[in-house]
Antibody, heavy 114, light 108 residues
Framework: EVQLVESGGGLVQPGGSLRLSCSAS????????MHWVRQAPGKGLEYVSA????????YYADSVKGRFTISRDNSKNTLYLQMSSLRAEDTAVYYC???????WGQGTLVTVSS | DIQMTQSPSSLSASVGDRVTITCRAS??????LGWYQQKPGKAPKRLIY???SLQSGVPSRFSGSGSGTEFTLTISSLQPEDFATYYC??????????FGQGTKVEIK
């Protein structure tokens, strides 16, 4: 059974930083591109970032480009999202997603507020 | 970037009704599309992959169709547990992969 477990969310002040982690199990993590998707309160789903299976290619939505960094450690079956210069509009539940498998984590809430 | 236009944004329906939701892609995406159901406070759950393949464990009242630029999710007989928000997601070529805006299915 595929499991994706996010951690690292919380309350942070504007301009602050946070690192999200996603621990994966139940599939060959190193064979799949991985993705971060977020959902602001009461809003739809927003595709945030992606990383190829070997980490060699990354993608960022314009809204987070230059502020967020996606990475992965295939030896630890873990996906990361380093978030810096956080803004109020980054407040959302962040999901770790293995899109081609159709599996999502339970999400971790990031709240950016003073 | 490929844009996904999903309609309607919301609908009201009764138990037993047939419901249809549409996603239109701004360019051809073959069948690289999935449909997701999301209930409040929960992560999305994939119902359909490859435009028309039913995810294991998903009731057969859900079906998907389409290819290229026009896609449809159909619920043949709406059940109480189906009241939720539905999204399409295209994953053709390199990211960004894009979601439709969502369709909220409410009780009439």
């Amino acid at each position: 059974e595929v499991q994706l477990v996010e951690s690292g969310g919380g309350l942070v002040q504007p301009g602050g930083s946070l690192r999200l982690s996603c621990s994966a199990s139940g599939f060959t993590f190193s064979s799949y591109a991985m993705h971060w998707v977020r959902q602001a309160p009461g809003k739809g789903l927003e595709y945030v970032s992606a990383i190829s299976s070997n980490g060699g290619s990354t993608y960022y939505a314009d809204s987070v480009k230059g502020r967020f960094t996606i990475s992965r450690d295939n030896s630890k079956n873990t996906l990361y999202l380093q978030m810096s210069s956080l803004r109020a509009e980054d407040t959302a539940v962040y999901y770790c997603v293995a899109v081609l498998l159709g599996d999502w984590g339970q999400g971790t809430l990031v709240t950016v507020s003073s | 970037d490929i844009q996904m236009t999903q309609s309607p944004s919301s609908l009201s329906a009764s138990v037993g009704d047939r419901v249809t939701i549409t996603c239109r892609a701004s360019q051809g995406i073959r069948n690289d599309l999935g449909w997701y159901q999301q209930k409040p406070g929960k992560a999305p759950k994939r119902l359909i992959y490859a435009a028309s393949s039913l995810q294991s464990g998903v009731p057969s009242r859900f079906s998907g169709s389409g290819s290229g630029t026009e896609f449809t999710l159909t619920i043949s007989s709406l059940q109480p547990e189906d009241f939720a928000t539905y999204y399409c997601l295209q994953h053709n070529s390199y990211p960004p992969w894009t979601f439709g805006q969502g369709t909220k299915v409410e009780i009439k």
